[in-house]
Every structure is written in C-alpha cells, then in structure tokens.
Nanobody, 128 residues
Framework: QVQLVESGGGLVQAGGSLRLSCAAS????????MGWFRQAPGKEREFVSA???????YYADDVKGRFTMSRDNRGNTVYLQMNSLKPEDTAVYYC??????????????????????WGQGTQVTVSS
C-alpha cells in the first residue's frame, strides 16, 4: 500500500513559478513510476508528466519546456517544478504511483487507468 500527499499548490500570476511535492509512504518507492495529472473544472483528468523507476521523464506537449519532474528516492518524494505558468494551467494537480513494470514504454505512464495509487490533489490557480 502506498499513500501519497501532495503539497505546494497555490495562487500565482501568469509567468510565475510553483513547485509541487508529492511525499510517498510505503516500501519500495524506488521501484515505482510516479505521475502528475491535473483536472480543471468540467474537464477530464489529464496527463501532465511522469518519471519511471530509473529517472526517465515524460511530459505532455503543452508543458514541455516549462515543467520539470524529478524524484528523490531517499526522501520518497517527487517534485514538479512549474515555470512560465499560464492561466490554462489552473487545475487540481494529482500525484499517482504504479509499480513500474512497463520498461520505459511511455504509453503506460500517460494513462490514468495504469496507476494504482492517487493522492488527494493540490489546487493550482494561475491568474492573468
């Protein structure tokens, strides 16, 4: 069982930055792939970024070059550094985890139904 707790959300002006954190409890964190997803009001939950067990990263097209995901296996934490934020980035951001058996095949890391564990989410609001 893995429990995930997100933090770092808030209100920021367009062009600003935020860093989200996701702290994981449970064993074998280093063997898990981790993902960030977001959900805006009235929209479906969508993929933002993921990092596999070996540190390979994957990003949605609309955040490439602006967001960076990283992991600290000693601290059982993943981070999402978000720069050049836009109003359309406004959403609840969720952290998710899965035992990484997919060998770097990006298709699996971008799907919500692949992940076994989810956090409660943290609100990010970007004002124009």
């Amino acid at each position: 069982q893995v429990q995930l707790v997100e933090s770092g959300g808030g209100l920021v002006q367009a062009g600003g930055s935020l860093r989200l954190s996701c702290a994981a409890s449970g064993r074998s964190f280093s063997s898990y792939a981790m993902g960030w997803f977001r959900q805006a009001p009235g929209k479906e939950r969508e993929f933002v970024s993921a990092i596999n067990w070996s540190g390979g990263t994957y990003y949605a097209d609309d955040v490439k070059g602006r967001f960076t995901m990283s992991r600290d296996n000693r601290g059982n934490t993943v981070y999402l550094q978000m720069n050049s934020l836009k109003p359309e980035d406004t959403a609840v951001y969720y952290c998710a985890a899965l035992p990484d058996v997919y060998g770097g095949r990006s298709y699996y890391y971008t799907r919500t139904d692949t992940y076994d564990y989810w956090g409660q989410g943290t609100q990010v609001t970007v004002s124009s």
